[in-house]
């Protein structure tokens, strides 16, 4: 991920500059960069056709199958922050705490704490809330027929009154809000 990073830095991966914008900046939130400086950037950042964008990342491809065949460059997959980062993508949408990322890791409680803390810079309770709610924002923009009860299951939310909360929280607006304006 970080030489894509070094590597694409430059590319502006979003058809609309602003909605690119706000997705970098949160992003970026939690690293000591000056917001301001990083606007600045974005704004003379040319944007790359994603057939051109498509291309280098198959010519990075080949160059990394290259080096791994060539025991130039290993994978090392079974890494702890791999299989932590995995096992929460996969199962977001499902009750997830402590005691079972621990148990499913493997570890303890407190190397959990730490390794979270590490690996996304917050706790593990912000990461998953992180990725329910890009994942609800995904079904509203998507998905405009889903029952928004539906989508608060979907999203691991057992409760639509707590999804609705977080959401407003988290967003500034209600989730019917959030649907119709990005219409």
Not at 52 to 57: C, I
Not at 115 to 139: N, P
Request: glycine share 6%; net charge positive; charged share 25%.
């Amino acid at each position: 991920m970080l030489i894509g990073f070094l590597l694409f830095g430059h590319v502006v991966p979003f058809s609309n500059q602003e909605e690119g914008w706000q997705e970098i900046k949160r992003r970026c939130a939690a690293l000591p960069v000056d917001p301001q400086k990083l606007h600045e950037a974005l704004l003379q950042a040319n944007p790359m056709q994603d057939d051109y964008v498509r291309s280098a990342a198959h010519i990075l491809h080949a160059v990394a199958s290259y080096l791994i065949l060539e025991r130039m460059a290993t994978l090392k997959e079974d890494l702890l922050e791999v299989r932590l980062d995995t096992y929460i993508s996969a199962h977001y949408a499902e009750p997830l705490d402590a005691v079972r990322l621990s148990k499913a890791l493997g570890i303890g409680k407190t190397q959990l704490y730490a390794l979270t803390k590490k690996l996304y810079q917050q706790g593990m309770a912000k990461r998953i809330r992180e990725l329910r709610m890009e994942k609800a924002k995904s079904l509203l923009r998507e998905q405009r027929n889903l029952p928004l009860a539906e989508g608060t299951w979907q999203c691991g939310y057992q409760d639509y009154n707590y999804f609705f909360t977080v959401f407003k929280r988290e967003t500034g607006c209600t989730p019917r809000e959030w649907r119709n304006g990005t219409e």
